[in-house]
């Protein structure tokens, strides 16, 4: 009896644990839109949240490189949106090709939606 007590207590204790990891990795990130996708000369972007929290918000080629940093800070807000008009930080009109919206939050998590730009 006191065997099954005990593994019934570990088993207890190993389903919390397996419950708070979850629970760490679920995505604050609740919708990406990007629309229209394909890109041509613009487009917009709507992200969603389920919490205020600190992100940056950024544009990526195909490489991995930051191209175009949209938004970097706290979000007191559920909801981001703006417009992209397929210009780099440095003000460059971006060539056609594949490039990723990433939203990185708590130092370590990131969501990507793919977007591709046409002539």
């Given at each position: ?44 972007i ?43 930080d ?8 594949i ?21």
């Amino acid at each position: 009896m006191k065997l099954k007590k005990k593994l019934l207590f570990v088993a207890l204790i190993m389903l919390m644990a397996i419950g708070l990891i979850y629970a760490d990795v679920q995505s604050p990130v609740s919708n990406i839109i990007v629309n229209p996708n394909p890109v041509y000369k613009n487009t917009f972007i709507y992200i969603g949240f389920t919490c205020n929290l600190a992100v940056d918000i950024v544009i990526e080629n195909e490489e991995g490189n930051v191209v175009k940093t949209l938004y970097s800070g706290f979000l007191n807000s559920r909801y981001f949106q703006t417009v992209w008009d397929r210009t780099s930080d440095n003000g460059s009109y971006l060539p056609e090709g594949i490039y990723y919206l990433s939203i990185n939050y708590n130092f370590k998590y990131t969501s990507t939606k793919k977007t591709i730009i046409l002539k």
